[in-house]
């Protein structure tokens, strides 16, 4: 095992590295930002070093600080949490050229999932139903107009590197599909250095739900159940739950089964998630593979009973998964809510800000994974997650109960947060009765 690892990210997920890795005795080394200085969380490293200036391209992006901080750490692995570094596949090569254990996939395995056209072939390949859409990128626009007669409108554009929903847009007709193309592949360049566009039908009313998996350096690969996150604004994430309670048995194991083939196909190890669109007549779809821990990995570690974190770590070790897939349960219900420091009346923009009072629910079934504290800062130059409450009950109707109480606890003052939200939706009787689709929130409000 591991003796020291250096954690490549700040904020809720970095301390939830650290945490993990003093539950096993391994020492930690943080790195942060100027933006970051003296924050409580960083008190829970073994050591911490500045790797630079508040914007994440002077910092959590660059490369080289990060590897010096792990020469002068003295680490014999890095964990990259979610975001930044995480799914960058040369950072992960560079980091195995330089003898430190990358904690997550082969950079190759990382890059040819990491790809939104290539994953679709793996999915193919593994007999795993995709979304229709073109075959590979887009060349001109005539090509695209053709496969849109084909698989009918509407039709998404989506950018092959994307993520956090850029390079996405929806045409209804081929007018909406020109314009679509040139805006689409723009933001792609800008956002990812690569203006590759695809086309996929546009599946109406769906609901998104994605399976976490674990596989080691021995073949062995298991599934932890899936998640519905359907609760989305903007095709980001807001609250997120184990099991799927909308599908009936036979999908949702159906869905974990396409995942583990999906996963064995690609020779991708360690922690990830396979993503699949479910349509109202419970057919499902993959869509994309995230090569690295979740925000919302917290409710499958709840329903499984297990520290998927740890097991990142053990797995990148060299150590066997010892789960046996039969012997993973899916126990009671669990839910995620983001808390995001945003203000929901300004859509959604970031609220910076410090917090001047904080006071964090407890009780039964009650876990918060947050950085944040009182007098804490919250810096503008990175996502706005100040925390996660994540409630695990019996039954649904409890897990719901006890969140809202949880939620009427939580008092967050100084900056505006996402928790009023919180609160209409685990109160709708649409998201009780888990009648809801992927456009619901911005339907609803
Ligand atoms: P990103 O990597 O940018 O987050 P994803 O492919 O994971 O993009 O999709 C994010 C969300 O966008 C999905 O959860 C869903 O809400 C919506 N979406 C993606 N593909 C489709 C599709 N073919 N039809 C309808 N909605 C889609």
Redesign the pocket.
Known sequence: MFQRILVANRGEIALRVMRACREMGIQTVAVFSEADRGAHYLDSADEAFCIGNAPASDSYLDYKQIIAACEVGNVEAVHPGYGFLSENAAFAEMCRDCNIEFIGPHHEAMAKLGD?VSAREIAKSAKVPV?PGTEGLISDEAEAVKVAGEIGYPV?I?ATA?????G?RVARNEMNLKQGLKQAAQEAEKAFANPGVYL????EA?R?VEVQVLADNHGNVVHLWERD?TM?RK?QKVVEESPAYALPNKVREEICKAAVRLVKTSGYTNAGTV?F?VDPDHNFYF??VNARIQVEHPVSELVTGTDLVQWQIRVAAGEKLDLKQKQIPCNGSAIEIRINAEDPDNDFRGSPGTITKLRLPGGPGVRIDSHVHEGYRIPPYYDSLIGKLIVHRPTREQTIATTLRALDEFVVEGVKTTIPLARKILSHPAFVESKVD?TFIERTW
Request: some cysteine; glycine content about 16%; charged content about 30%.
């Open positions: 939104k979304v998404l989506k994307g993520g956090g929903g850029k996405m996929e039908k546009y599946i769906p998104h996150c989305q095709h993503e669109l869509i994309e992927t």
